[in-house]
């Protein structure tokens, strides 16, 4: 069989999960231009909306007045899935999105799917930055809490050498969290040493068109997920940060996020900064059939003399990309972004 043959049969297949998984989601709300398709997280009995609201952008937001509106408007047109991490813009990204979901009686946090993530490695960073992220979110329990940035080749080692796994599942017994998972953007292989330490919920990487042509977590990671019965969360799918994929014209944000909900993935994180993109991005959702075929073909050709160096990509190359405390914690000097 060809490269090209195996290349087309993998993500044939995967349309074909992804197809199979979106028959068995529904919208989140039938009246006209409300809702979103919702897909199965894993194992874990949960449907989560096929897109999830960005906390790093959403903190990035100048106005929190509007930062609020735009999460209210959100959950209101089916966008339920909530992204978040203890150490964007240092808590205030938590903070805000604990001040939108706890308004009006708490009535909006009832309609969000809430994640957020711990950075430290050790037992008692995690159990602190866990009882952060609760206050600052204004709620008592978080539906997934993952393990930020599993970047580093001894990341899995120390995840469990340093006790923050077993305080991370201590956590759970707790019922200060009721799943767990792990994140990174580095490399597939590292991704694959972190997989078998634990019968993880969730596992979030970068899903997007250049991926398949440099380093693919799609192609490496995803199968091995499948195997697992772990949820598989996307991210990155414009190219990380503004949209690299975007901004130097590889793809559309309609053919990044379309590829990237073709996959087998439970749902796509998207950066949201404005209502205008909330809006976009909620139509493009809405309208979203799985790329297959001939027009699979032509998007993956189209980008292939862009993506194989990983110039878009850089984040899975350099330390520039990984946020400023797992630099400190890998004793690395942060990087100008």
């Given amino acids: 069989m060809s490269a090209d043959e195996t290349r087309r049969e993998f993500l044939q297949a995967g349309v074909a999960a992804t197809a199979a998984v979106a028959a068995g989601g529904a919208a989140a709300d039938d009246a006209p231009g409300k809702g979103l398709p919702t897909r199965p997280l894993g194992r874990t009995g949960l449907n989560v909306s096929v897109l999830c609201l960005g906390g790093w952008h959403i903190g990035d937001v100048k106005d929190k007045a509007e930062a609020v509106k735009i999460m209210h408007t959100a959950l209101d047109e089916g966008l339920t899935f909530f992204d978040n991490c203890w150490d964007y813009h240092d808590g205030g990204s938590e903070e805000i999105m604990g001040q939108a979901l706890s308004a009006d009686g708490g009535k909006w946090r009832k ?27 204004k709620t008592d329990v978080i539906d997934l809490v993952q393990m930020h940035e599993i970047n580093w080749d001894n990341d899995p080692e120390w995840v469990v050498e340093h006790g923050g796994l077993a305080e991370l ?41 250049c991926d398949h042509h440099y380093r693919s977590f799609v192609k490496q990671v995803i199968p091995a997920a499948e195997r697992q019965g772990t949820a598989v969360i996307g991210m990155k799918s414009l190219g990380g940060g503004k949209g690299k994929i975007v901004q130097e014209k590889v793809a559309t944000a309609e053919e990044c996020i379309r590829f990237a909900l073709s996959q087998p993935v439970s749902t796509v994180v998207v950066g949201i900064d404005s209502m205008d993109v909330l809006k976009k991005n909620l139509a493009i959702a809405r309208a979203f059939k799985p790329y297959q075929g001939a027009e699979l073909d032509a998007l993956l050709a189209k980008v292939k003399p862009h993506a194989g160096d990983g110039r878009h990509e850089r984040f899975k190359s350099t330390t520039d990309f990984d946020g400023p405390y797992h630099q400190k914690q890998h004793a690395f000097a942060a990087a100008e972004k």
Avoid: Y
């Fill in 111 to 137: 309609m969000c799917t809430l994640m957020t993530k711990v950075c430290a490695r050790d037992k008692a960073g995690v159990r602190s930055q866990v009882e952060d992220s609760l206050r600052r979110l």
């Fill in 169 to 209: 599942l201590k956590l759970q017994k707790e019922g200060k969290t009721r799943f767990v998972g792990f994140t990174g953007h580095k490399s597939p292989h590292i991704h694959l040493l972190m997989m078998p330490v634990h019968q993880w919920d969730t596992v979030q990487m970068p899903v997007n068109v």
